[in-house]
């Protein structure tokens, strides 16, 4: 494919801005790519292991002359970025993200937008439970989803130079609602890592279960949580403050159920309990249908990590 911006500029190096660095490059997306992380640490890794065709020192230098600008970094973290990027941002130039919430992004990077640059949200639906500038893998977007969320007044033909740049690196690309996408990711992944995080964390308490019997016997329900469980706690941190309301709503739904379901169990209801799992059974198989897992047994992920969406 030919380049589809001439310089891109990714701010923070973890585990999006390097996937997204690495399929850049499979697919020539961009004429060069300039990265940058607060820490000088994580800078000197993006220069050992030839992330980026330059790592900058400071935020002003790597946006400078950028077409695409992308906020890599935690939600809670996208304001300060946004304020300290903008008086530096060149006419014309698009800036985007891809936090795992809209509209949080979207109250507080709007406002730093300068007149003439065009603000387009996104979220790439997929990760892993590794962070950092050595995590990242050219295949981690392939055939999953890209959601953007642009604002009304946005140029069509920016919007759809980004839909471009997200197939390129292999996704499938939605237009979303900023609220709605909200509401969808509270449902099929906040709420569900707060539940790996309760569930991981109430084994640990459970002290009549010895830690060795919780690591040995790890059935692969369990194992699935410790892997959610694992990921980046800043960043989850970050998407439970500033998805709040959503989350909520989707917990007590769930606590509902899950009443409905320890009465089922107490009274012996189980009628109740089988014609629960029937239907979420057909979920399941909704979603490998959908290719966006696959039926192999313990998820195709062999006995070595996986690739979680989060
Ligand atoms: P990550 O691997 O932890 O990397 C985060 C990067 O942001 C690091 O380079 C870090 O710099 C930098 N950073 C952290 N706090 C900062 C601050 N206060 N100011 C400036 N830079 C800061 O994170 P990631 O997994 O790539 O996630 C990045 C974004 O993608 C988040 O908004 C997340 O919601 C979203 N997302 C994540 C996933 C996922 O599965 N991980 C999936 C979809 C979307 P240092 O290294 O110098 O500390």
């Known amino acids: 494919m030919s380049a ?20 850049i490059r499979r697919g020539t997306l961009a004429g060069e790519v300039a990265g ?11 220069r050992q292991i030839g992330l980026c065709d ?7 230098e790597t946006v400078k002359d950028a077409d695409l600008v992308v906020l ?23 800036i985007s993200d891809v936090g795992s919430v ?6 507080s990077v709007g406002p730093y937008v300068p007149e003439g640059v065009h603000f387009i949200p996104a979220h790439p639906v997929a990760g892993t439970e590794h ?11 392939d055939n999953r989803w890209c959601l953007v969320t642009p604002a009304p007044g946005v140029p069509e033909a920016e919007i759809a130079r980004l839909e471009a740049f997200w197939r390129g690196l292999g996704s499938n690309v939605d237009r979303m609602e900023p609220d709605h996408h909200d509401l969808v990711l509270a449902v099929t992944s906040h709420a569900p890592h707060l539940i790996a995080y309760t569930m991981v964390g109430v084994a640990d308490d459970l002290r009549r279960v010895t830690d060795s019997e919780v690591i040995n016997y790890s059935a692969a329900g369990f194992r699935d949580f410790t892997r959610i469980a694992a ?8 998407v439970f403050l500033t998805n709040k309301e959503a989350t909520l709503e989707v917990l007590g ?42 039926s192999e047994p313990n998820f195709g992920r062999g006995s070595g990590g996986g690739k979680g969406e989060v």
Do not use: N
């Open 102 to 107: 809209k509209r949080d992004v979207i109250d």
């Open 72 to 94: 890599c970094v935690p939600v809670g973290a996208m304001e300060a970025v946004a304020k300290e990027m903008a008086p530096h941002l060149k006419p014309g130039a698009v």
């Open 231 to 238: 990921s980046d706690p800043t960043m989850w941190r970050d």
């Open 36 to 46: 940058y992380a607060r820490s000088a640490e994580t800078r000197a890794t993006a």
């Open 131 to 141: 962070s950092g500038p050595t995590s990242g893998f050219a295949e981690l977007f």
């Open 253 to 294: 739904r769930f606590t509902e159920e899950l009443f409905a379901l320890q009465r089922a169990i107490r009274t012996g209801d189980g009628e109740h309990l089988h014609a629960y799992f029937t239907r979420t059974r057909a979920i399941r198989r909704g979603i490998i249908e959908a290719g966006q897992d696959t």
């Open 4 to 23: 589809l911006y001439g310089r891109v500029a990714l701010i923070g190096l973890g585990l999006i801005a390097s996937s997204m660095f690495w399929g």
């Open 54 to 60: 330059e790592v900058c020192d400071t935020i002003a």
